[in-house]
Nanobody, 119 residues
Framework: QVQLVESGGGLVQPGGSLRLSCVASGNTFSTYRTGWYRQAPGKQRELVARITTGGSTYSADSVKGRFTISRDNARNTMYLQMNSLKPEDTAVYYC?????????????WGQGTQVTVSS
């Protein structure tokens, strides 16, 4: 099971940009579907974007056209480029990796990185 570490969060003004990174341990990263989730205070964790092992992507309607998910399997790293940030994007962002192997689902979470959008 991979270990995940996020980085890149911070404080940014509305309209600004940030790029989050998620680095995975080991050498099986390419076999995992990966994604970014976020959780704002008092709200449930929600899926922001996801990328499959084949490179197909999904983005939530709330971030389409502003956020881009990508991955570099050679670097064991997933990214989330966030542009045109809004105050409602403020949340803790978590990276996630999952796969089914031997009929069993493996899932890992990072520790989270805070993104605050405020003037």
């Amino acid at each position: 099971q991979v270990q995940l570490v996020e980085s890149g969060g911070g404080l940014v003004q509305p309209g600004g940009s940030l790029r989050l990174s998620c680095v995975a341990s080991g050498n099986t990263f390419s076999t995992y579907r990966t994604g970014w989730y976020r959780q704002a205070p008092g709200k449930q964790r929600e899926l922001v974007a996801r990328i499959t092992t084949g490179g197909s992507t999904y983005s939530a309607d709330s971030v389409k056209g502003r956020f881009t998910i990508s991955r570099d399997n050679a670097r064991n790293t997933m990214y989330l480029q966030m542009n045109s940030l809004k105050p409602e994007d403020t949340a803790v962002y978590y990276c996630n990796a999952d796969r089914v192997t031997g009929g069993r689902t493996e899932q890992s979470w990072g520790q989270g990185t805070q993104v605050t959008v405020s003037s």
